[in-house]
């Protein structure tokens, strides 16, 4: 069974550095792409970036290149979202999700992060 | 990349056909055949219901179903039960590995 499992909720102050991560499971991790999904409270879903955990082929949505840092661990078949200053804009639930063919199928739980002073 | 537009809300009484609209550019939706559709309950995670425009994963009832015409994607629900209402995403490849959601619609069952 395809699990994608993320860290849980987090909370920081504007400024801060923040990682989340999300560990596959139940399939190869290397053989598919890993996409990274941002839901802002009562807002919709909009896509941030991907990686190929394979070759780490890394590709950003333009509104977020530069913002935001993905990564991978395949040693851990994790994958990762990082900031290094968040602001209170960031604050968002946070979805990793699997790549497979054009679409995206399994998706993480999320994570809820909050930015605030 | 600008999201793709969608009605905020459709609505219907039970047994009835509601259809979602999606509208974006020949950069997105009119330029590939990869569309796909997402439902989302009040708390819960995205749930693949359409991908590659038409096609249904396991498991998704054939109420549901997809197709397309230019720049334009639509989702039809037909036979509307109760646990059909939730927000629906529709999704498009944008190349380069990059993709573009929906606005986002509401769909409530009368």
């Known amino acids: 069974e395809v699990r994608l499992v993320q860290s849980g909720a987090e909370a920081r102050k504007p400024g801060e550095a923040l990682k989340i991560s999300c560990k596959g499971s139940?399939?190869?991790?290397?053989?598919?792409?890993i996409g990274w999904v941002r839901q802002m409270p009562g807002k919709g879903l909009e896509w941030m970036g991907i990686m190929y955990p394979g070759d780490s082929d890394t590709r950003y949505s333009p509104s977020f290149r530069g913002q935001i840092t993905i990564s991978a661990d395949n040693s851990i078949s994790t994958a990762y979202l990082q900031w290094s200053s968040l602001k209170a804009s960031d604050t968002a639930m946070y979805y990793c999700?699997?790549?497979?063919?054009?679409?995206?199928?399994?998706w993480g739980q999320g994570t809820l992060v909050t930015v605030s002073s | 990349q600008s999201a793709l537009t969608q009605p905020r809300s459709v609505s219907g009484s039970p047994g009835q056909s509601v259809t979602i609209s999606c509208t974006g550019t020949s950069s997105d939706v009119g330029g590939y055949d990869y569309v796909s559709w997402y439902q989302q309950h009040p708390g819960k995670t995205p749930k693949l219901m359409i991908y590659?425009?038409?096609k249904r994963p396991s498991g998704v009832p054939d109420r549901f179903s997809g197709s397309k015409f230019g720049n334009t994607a639509s989702l039809t629900i037909s036979g509307l039960q109760a646990e059909d209402e939730a927000d629906y995403y529709c999704?498009?490849?944008?190349?380069?590995?990059?993709?573009?959601f929906g606005s986002g619609t509401t769909v409530t069952v009368l």
């Open positions: 999700a699997r790549r497979i063919g054009a679409f995206v199928d399994f």
């Open positions: 999704c498009s490849y944008a190349g380069d590995y990059i993709y573009v």
């Open positions: 590659d425009v038409t």
């Open positions: 139940g399939y190869t991790f290397t053989n598919s792409w």
